[in-house]
Each structure stands twice: as structure tokens, then as C-alpha cells.
């Protein structure tokens, strides 16, 4: 079953808020004062990322997957990262290494992360497995394992 996100293309959240110009003592007095309400836009999951200003790493903790494919919203304008799977023991599960990844630039809040041989991530589905980023000059924001419609 998809996300409720992947489902729904909405990639930011807006909010509207009042600015008024003027001092806030100014109705008190009877002074004319402008208001306008605004509009802002956030990206979703753009609140906080892991960011690097060169080379790094991150790997995530062991969890147990399900879904066809790994999805990332991460920014890499300025660089680029690839994404290996490690097993229970942390180490590189054959065809999804580091060497076999897809190089990943851009900016977008939805990059399907892929390998030599595909996307496809669902013959892991109930293992324990973890992610590692190999990041360079790059933020990312989330990841999550989706299935296929």
C-alpha cells in the first residue's frame, strides 16, 4: 500500500500568517496601519537534513523493510551520493554496494535510488537490513521504503 504522501503529490505544506505594518501600539492611537496575510511554503520533510560540506558517511540503524524501492529526499545540487545496503552484520549485500550504486544528483524530493541491476529492493523485504549514504557536498532530508502500485 502506498504512502499516504506517495499517493498524494503535494511536496509542500503552506501555512498563512497576518504582517501588518506599523507600530503594535498604533490602533491604540487611531494611526492608519497596512495588513496583508501571507502565504509560506515548506518543503516537506525539508526541516532538517544531515548535511555535508565534503565526503561522509551515514548509515542508519538495522530495521526490517518492506516495500520495492528506497526512496530519498535529499539535495545534491552541488554534489552527488550513492546508497549501499548492509546486512544484519553491516556488511555490503551483493548488487546493492556502493560500487553498484546509481550516482545521485540533484535536488528532489522524491529520487528512487538505484543499482546496476534496477531498483527493485522487495527480494529484502522482512530482513534486517541498514542504509549507508556515501555523501558528498549533499543533505539529505528522509528516506522510505515504498511499494510498487
Not at 504522501?5 to 505544506?13: A, G, V
Not at 501555512?15 to 494611526?31: I, M, Q, V
Not at 556515501?134 to 511499494?147: E, K, N, P, T, V
Request: with cysteine; hydrophobic share 35%; net charge neutral.
Amino acid at each position: 500500500m502506498p504512502s499516504s504522501r506517495e499517493s498524494n503529490p503535494r511536496i509542500t505544506h503552506s501555512n498563512n500568517y497576518p504582517n501588518c505594518s506599523g507600530l503594535h501600539w498604533a490602533t491604540r492611537r487611531n494611526e492608519i496601519q497596512g495588513g496583508v496575510v501571507c502565504l509560506a511554503k515548506l518543503r516537506i520533510d525539508g526541516f532538517v537534513s544531515v548535511d555535508t560540506g565534503c565526503r561522509g558517511t551515514l548509515t542508519t540503524k538495522p530495521m526490517v523493510m518492506s516495500g520495492d524501492r528506497l526512496v530519498v529526499n535529499a539535495d545534491a545540487h552541488f554534489g552527488m551520493f550513492r546508497v549501499e545496503l548492509l546486512d544484519v552484520d553491516g556488511d555490503p549485500i551483493p548488487g546493492y554496494t556502493s560500487d553498484d550504486a546509481v550516482a545521485i544528483r540533484g535536488d528532489n524530493v522524491r529520487q528512487t535510488v538505484s543499482w546496476k541491476a534496477g531498483n527493485d529492493v522487495g527480494s529484502l523485504q522482512g530482513k534486517p537490513i541498514s542504509v549507508r549514504f556515501h555523501l558528498d557536498r549533499c543533505r539529505i532530508y528522509s528516506m522510505q521504503f515504498l511499494a510498487d502500485d
